[in-house]
């Protein structure tokens, strides 16, 4: 498994977090609170691959790969949300 494939894996499952804390606070400010925690987690990674013993540097695509799999763990708690409230119909 490549380097960006994991990134995509992390960003996620922090974005499939958004669903249990919805139940706490609501859909939107989950996703909120999952994007901040999400941010802190995935820069903070980056900084910490620049000052290691063996720096790989700041690297603009893994962020790019947890971003996106951030939106993907979004879409698919969006999609389970639906479904759940079309359900309740």
Same mark, same amino acid.
């Given at each position: 498994?490549?380097?960006?494939?994991?990134?995509?894996?992390?960003?996620?499952?922090?974005?499939?977090?958004?669903?249990?804390?919805?139940? !706490?606070?609501?859909?939107?400010?989950?996703?909120? !609170?999952?994007? !901040?925690?999400?941010?802190?987690?995935?820069?903070?990674?980056?900084?910490?691959?620049?000052?290691?013993?063996?720096?790989?540097?700041?690297?603009?695509?893994?962020?790019?790969?947890?971003?996106?799999?951030?939106?993907?763990?979004?879409?698919?708690?969006?999609?389970?949300?639906?479904?759940?409230?079309?359900?309740?119909?």
């Amino acid at each position: 498994m490549n380097d960006k494939t994991k990134h995509m894996i992390v960003g996620g499952w922090i974005g499939l977090l958004t669903f249990p804390i919805a139940f !706490i606070t609501g859909f939107t400010w989950a996703a909120v !609170i999952s994007l !901040i925690c999400g941010s802190i987690i995935f820069v903070g990674k980056e900084m910490y691959d620049e000052r290691k013993k063996y720096p790989t540097g700041f690297d603009k695509r893994d962020l790019l790969a947890d971003y996106m799999g951030l939106f993907i763990g979004y879409v698919i708690v969006f999609m389970i949300k639906w479904i759940i409230n079309v359900s309740n119909l």
